[in-house]
């Protein structure tokens, strides 16, 4: 069995794969192909890279997990549920920026490539997948409440390209379909990231968490 500093560096490495693999392999399909479009969704409806992407952070959990003692595996499970959730996001991101630029930097010509493409929201899907077979209460915040806009705002950020997608599909208006997916990406980004920004909360200061003394019970006294 591996020691733990080489489980976490050798899963941090199988994590960069899906980013790196597909930047690496776009590149060269945008380069080679009769068009920067045609390149890209070459490499976004693969299904080779889908498959090493997926076997790849597979490993990482498993190497991570398999190199840490047991007490420690449960801590090593809810960091990686929260890393695939953040890999989920990237992969969006890296993806969509891909099919702006493949497009020509036309906003319009690159989200209609990113929903063709498939790949992403459906990697990104199949992540938060995992990360809810990995740690189910983590994620959906049974017994944790907080966890609950975290979920809710992945889930919908991977649905604004779905909802666009679909939009399209039964021949709605383009801006309509394309206001509606973003808005929905939108929301579900400030749900992730900003959540104090929808409910109007304040983070409670470490001072509030502590119990003060009720104001008609006398202070406890010191034997001598």
């Not at 497009?103 to 199949?126: E, Q, W």
């Amino acid at each position: 069995m591996p020691s733990k500093d080489t489980g976490e560096d050798v899963a941090f490495l199988l994590y960069l794969v899906p980013v790196v693999l597909g930047i690496i392999y776009g590149a060269y399909e945008i380069a080679t192909a009769a068009t920067a479009a045609s390149g890209y969704l070459i490499v976004s409806k693969s299904p080779y890279l889908f498959l090493i992407s997926v076997a790849a952070v597979c490993f990482a959990v498993i190497v991570e997990v398999r190199s840490t003692n047991v007490p420690e595996r449960n801590g090593v499970i809810q960091a990686n549920t929260s890393r695939l959730q953040i890999l989920a996001v990237v992969v969006l991101i890296v993806s969509f920026f891909g099919a702006v630029g493949a497009g020509g930097y036309n906003l319009t010509t690159g989200a209609i490539l990113f929903i063709d493409g498939r790949y992403a929201f459906i990697y990104a899907f199949f992540l938060i997948g995992i990360s809810l077979l990995l740690s189910p209460k983590q994620v959906l915040g049974n017994l944790k409440v907080a966890s609950v806009p975290d979920i809710l705002g992945l889930l919908l950020m991977v649905a604004g390209p779905v909802l666009f997608w679909a939009g399209l599909k039964v021949h709605l208006n383009f801006a309509i379909s394309a206001i509606g997916g973003l808005v929905v990406g939108i929301i579900g980004f400030v749900l992730l990231f900003m959540p104090n920004l929808l409910t109007g909360k304040k983070q409670p200061q470490q001072s509030q968490q502590k119990q003060s003394t009720p104001s008609g019970a006398s202070p406890p006294k010191v034997s001598s």
